[in-house]
């Protein structure tokens, strides 16, 4: 068991340089965590075609955007193992874990033969790796969020808290930088047949250099703490029962913001392709500015909401990202240029960073170290799983349903206004009571 004096010195050496160690080894396996999962969705139509074949090319596409959603039924249950393993066994453990169960997910789908070649196994496998990616995911939110937080000065948790915004902007830098490339260099026989694969085999590369760098950090002070107090460990319980108001409404904060993330930044590439016949290489370059702006803009707004108030920064973002998503899709589809989509993009990139650079130390605030992991890996996963994972589906049938191409923006709308509610609500029960 570490000593109370060794937990000193650490924190204390943290202090004196800055948690920017602790920072990149927490983000670097969120990168790769994002761009596997933003791969995915950006070759949803190759996939739905290879692996999910019908007569049908849009029963193609929701056959392949839909199993890209069954990955988020893993994510709480990610949660709940990952989040309380976290509490358990320390921020470290399950940060090495996580990553190490999203590489064999990665390694599935790249190697996986196709439904022409091994028949129904082959859409099978691919449930089966995207459900471990989902389950892989789950747990990675809350151990990193919390790994960041409590590396960190309690004045500056916004601004490295954001960081795992910020990384996740680098993971749409090179998901769509990589997919833009294979799109533009390869014909679609070559990018069908084998150019995809090239994209998921770049996160094989990545991913065991995050896993050594994780395997090589320390455990936080916070948590330390905790273990030297030698109490009965039971986080899930506790935060389902002591917390379960806090967790309900932390759900609700994270809706909007992750409804316009997905469908915005993750489902764009395909909307753009499909309904308004941009083609493949621009519609990557529209996600790779949404993902240098958010890259750039997210520990700005974390360090926003360090000077002038979480609650405040957030009510404000997402306030203006439900008003402005159906203007945008409006202008898109009056005006479907390579331009307007890059600006579009660009604006999209600046909300989604406003909105999601202070949630997590936000919802690291609402909860105490001791079940900090499983609060946080529960209460983004669940809304995730809710409102974003199941987006892109959603947002097809809206759009085939309706006949309309703005559907998506309805849809961002009606979340934004349930996340403004929730954060209003959250904010009143902090200032009247303890954390959960």
Not at 61 to 85: C, D, E, K, N, Q
Not at 133 to 155: L, N, P
Not at 362 to 377: E, K, V, Y
Request: glycine fraction near 8%; charged fraction near 10%.
């Amino acid at each position: 068991m570490t000593t109370h004096a060794s937990t000193v010195h650490s924190a204390q050496a943290t202090t004196r340089r800055g948690p920017w160690k602790e920072i990149v080894a927490a983000s670097f396996g969120n990168a790769l965590e994002f761009y596997d999962l933003l791969i995915y969705g950006y070759f949803a139509v190759v996939i739905g075609k290879l692996f999910f074949p019908s007569d049908n090319e849009t029963t193609s596409l929701l056959l392949a955007v839909g199993s890209f959603g069954i990955s988020f039924l893993m994510r709480p249950l990610g949660a709940i193992v990952l989040g309380s393993y976290a509490d358990r066994a320390g921020r470290k453990a399950s940060l090495t874990l996580s990553i190490l169960i999203m590489l064999i997910g990665t390694a599935l789908i790249t190697f996986t033969p196709s439904y022409q070649q091994i028949g129904m196994a082959a859409p099978l496998l691919i449930i089966v790796a995207r459900m471990l990616q989902g389950f892989s995911t789950g747990g990675e939110f809350g151990a990193a969020t919390a790994f960041m937080v409590e590396h960190a000065d309690a004045s500056r948790r916004g601004f490295f808290a954001s960081w795992q915004l910020s990384t996740q902007g680098l993971a749409t830098v090179l998901a769509a930088g990589v997919s833009a490339l294979l799109s533009y260099a390869l014909s679609d026989v070559q990018l069908n047949d084998w150019g995809w694969r090239v994209a998921f085999g770049v996160g094989l590369l990545i991913g065991p250099v995050g896993f050594y760098i994780r395997s090589q950090i320390d455990e936080t002070p916070d948590f330390q703490k905790v273990v030297a107090k030698a109490e009965p460990k039971t986080p899930l319980r506790d935060v389902l029962i002591k917390g379960h108001v806090s967790l309900l409404l932390a759900i609700g904060v994270v809706a909007g913001a992750t409804a316009f993330n997905y469908v915005h930044k993750l489902y764009m590439p395909t909307y753009a392709l499909k309904q308004l016949q941009i083609a493949a290489t621009s519609s990557y370059l529209g996600a790779l500015v949404t993902g240098v702006t958010l890259m750039i803009m997210a520990p700005v707004f974390g360090s926003l909401s360090d000077r002038y108030g979480r609650f405040r920064v957030l009510t404000i973002a997402l306030l203006i990202t439900g008003l402005s998503s159906y203007p945008m899709f409006v202008w898109l589809n009056h005006f479907p240029s390579v331009s307007t989509l890059l600006m579009v993009q660009a604006m999209v990139g600046v909300l989604i960073a406003a909105c999601l650079g202070p949630i997590p130390a936000m919802l690291a605030d609402i909860f105490p170290t001791s079940i900090r992991g499983t609060g946080l890996a529960l209460s983004y996963n669940f809304s995730v799983t809710l409102f974003g994972g199941f987006a892109p589906l959603i947002v097809t049938w809206m759009i085939e349903a309706t006949g309309s191409k703005l559907a998506p923006s309805f849809y961002v709308v009606a979340t934004s206004l349930v996340s403004v509610i929730a954060v209003i609500l959250l904010g009143r029960r902090m200032r009247h009571s303890t954390p959960a």
